[in-house]
């Protein structure tokens, strides 16, 4: 019989430290971000981000995106930061964009492609949990094609026991994905249109040269 899954409500004063003990048991928590729940683990740790991926039934080879507190976390984790993403992120961070930089770190399976994406997720407890157990590698609570879980009962429906602790925030705004942007070329690329549109990005890309 399965045990039921560990829960805590946002607001708990024990909630970020029972969150912490989970990731570093290599385990995988469900947290409330600004657009849907995203499930969470820890970026540096290849065995726990492929416990991400086969709960969720994807593919090692499309590796989650990294969740970081603050833009600096971002510029830290990339080998080269064009000027481009720096104003992205300056516009639009904390918000709904991804971005795409080069990397030569091990993180969220990031070693077989030489990218990460990383984002600043617009949710004050989300970002305060970050700060506590640095950049987290996130991808959306469900299973592979299946809808994005906007609610708690949603996510442990879909994602059951499998997940170390699930934080419930009560609902998110939705399913609208953020924008992902490469920025690994020049000019840079928009891989995914979200919640930003084209003309906004390319012209907050452009913004110094215009």
Known sequence: MHKPPALVRIGDPSLRQRAEKVLDEGECVVFPTDTVYGIAARPDNPEAVSRLQQIKGRSDAFPPPILVADAADAWGLAVHVPQAARRLGEAFWPGALTLILPTDRHLSLAEQVGTIGVRVPDHDEVRALLRMTGPLAVSSANKHNHP???????????????????????????????????????????????????????????????
């Open 148 to 210: 994005p879980a906007v609610n708690i009962d949603e996510a442990v429906g879909q994602l059951g026991g499998e997940v170390g602790l699930y934080i419930d925030g009560g609902p998110t705004p939705g399913p609208s994905p953020s924008t992902v942007v490469d920025c690994t070329t020049d000019p840079v690329v928009i891989v995914r249109l979200g919640l930003l549109t084209e003309d906004r990005i390319l012209q907050a890309a452009g913004a110094a040269d215009a």
